[in-house]
Structure formats: C-alpha cells, structure tokens
C-alpha cells in the first residue's frame, strides 16, 4: 500500500517518535510510529508504503478496529 501522509504535528515518545497527520487529502486522519527521533515540520508530505496487512484501520466515531 502507498499512502501520502501530511504532517499535523508530531510526539516525541522515549526512542520513538510519533507523527499525527492528514491523509487522502484531509479525509483520514493517521498516526505513525517511527523508530528514533524525527522531526517533520506541519504541512511536511511523508510518503509512505507497506505490507498492507501491516495497516490498522479504526472508527472515527466509535475507536473500535475495522475489519479490512
């Protein structure tokens, strides 16, 4: 899967950083966890691609998991 993910703002948590952002231009809110520090400033576009059984799904209105 490929996505393109625009940087909102992001976490810096232990040895991990955390990135929250917009994707499909603004219609789906994601988070990213990445090893090490990072810094991407607001606005920054991250492309992204993995195993697509890697990817988590969750309701906006609920929070619960959706089966994909």
Known sequence: ARLTMTA???EQLG???VVHGD???GATLLTLR???QRHFDP???IQLGCDKDHL???SSET???LKT
Do not use: K, M, Y
Request: without cysteine; proline residues 0%; aromatic residues 14%.
């Open 23 to 25: 994707g499909a231009g």
């Open 63 to 65: 929070g619960t998991r």
């Open 8 to 10: 909102r703002f992001q």
């Open 43 to 45: 606005g920054h576009e």
């Open 56 to 58: 988590h799904w969750f």
């Open 34 to 36: 990445l090893n090490g």
């Open 15 to 17: 040895a991990d950083t």
